[in-house]
């Protein structure tokens, strides 16, 4: 193995064939790690046996957001009571989800079990190190408008795909942003652009077709058929080497849905339909092959 460093472009140069590359990032200090392990070869199966891919485990990741002293949305709660926070309402539906995706037969691993805080960068370092077939950032929406309601889904886009998915992924950045400089934020945004190009760009077909059938899904859970897939730069999927959408499951801000989310009888409800969703994506993704990440020689795609 070689690695060029020309200019401002690194290039590694593999000897052997039949390398397989993991690229993902570490937050504090933010760097870039490069795994680099033996592929399983296509030719080393049996003529005529059935891809191996269908019959693997699949490893389901599910990244309950905020936590610790970042708490996220807060309901307004009955009676002047407090409200419902957004950071336990996400652990409590990624236990759920577990719970029913492991009943299922997934892998489930989560990018945390207590009320913890934890980075952005750390979550996606999570889901790579555990080698996710894919990740989910389960949310809790919030609005000024009392009467919004309903589950948005999100894959990842520099732009977003309007006004209201700009803010909404503003918020959600702020996590674990407290006390930066903004020399930091630069240097994060240079490390996110870098990570665009190598993580989570391969997997934006997938991604988009994932956000479809769990938007699909949860829209009948909800009932209502408004709501549609939208694109928002959310940096917790920007470094994720794998499928990965962000679910706001309900509107936190709304008092039925607070209700909701605070019922054990939704969260499982939200559970059996995710593990739904996923099982018709696996379905359809192991039905086709995947698409080599292959960047033209000259670094232009
Ligand atoms: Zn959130």
């Not at 490390?191 to 699909?216: F, G, K, T, Y």
Request: aromatic fraction near 4%; charge should be neutral; hydrophobic fraction near 45%.
């Amino acid at each position: 193995m070689r690695l060029n460093i020309r200019g401002g472009e690194a290039a590694i140069a593999l000897a052997d064939k039949d390398l397989a590359s993991n690229v993902y990032a570490l937050g504090t200090p933010p760097r870039i790690v490069v795994d680099i392990s033996r592929a399983v070869s296509g030719a080393a199966r049996a003529p005529g046996a059935a891809p191996a891919a269908s019959s693997r485990q699949k490893t389901v990741v599910l990244d309950p957001g905020h936590g610790g002293n970042e708490e996220g949305a807060r309901g307004e709660g009955a009676r002047g009571a407090g409200g419902l926070l957004e950071k336990d309402a996400t652990l409590a539906l990624a236990k759920s989800m577990q719970e029913v995706l492991v009943r299922r037969g997934y892998r489930v691993v989560l990018t945390r079990t207590t009320d913890a805080s934890v980075g952005l960068e750390d979550r996606a370092a999570t889901a790579n190190a555990a080698k996710a077939d894919v990740f989910l950032s389960i949310h809790c929406n919030a609005s000024k408008a009392p009467t919004a309601h309903g589950t948005e889904v999100f894959y990842l886009s520099l732009d977003a795909s309007d006004r209201a998915a700009a803010a909404l992924a503003e918020s959600e950045n702020r996590a674990g942003l407290s006390g930066s400089s903004t020399e930091k934020n630069a240097a994060l945004r240079d490390l996110d652009l870098i990570l665009w190009d190598l993580a989570q760009n391969q997997h934006l077909a997938a991604s988009a077709r994932l956000a479809e059938i769990v938007q699909a899904d949860f829209n009948r859970l909800l009932k209502i058929t408004t709501r549609g897939v939208k694109q928002a730069p959310f940096r917790v999927l920007i470094g994720v080497n794998a499928p990965a959408v962000l679910v706001e499951v309900a509107f936190i801000s709304n008092p039925d849905e607070e209700k909701l989310l605070s019922s054990e009888e939704f969260r499982r409800q939200t559970a059996e339909t995710l593990a739904g969703s996923l099982d018709q994506y696996f379905r359809k993704a192991d039905a086709v092959a995947p698409v080599p990440y292959a960047p033209k020689p000259d670094g232009k795609r």
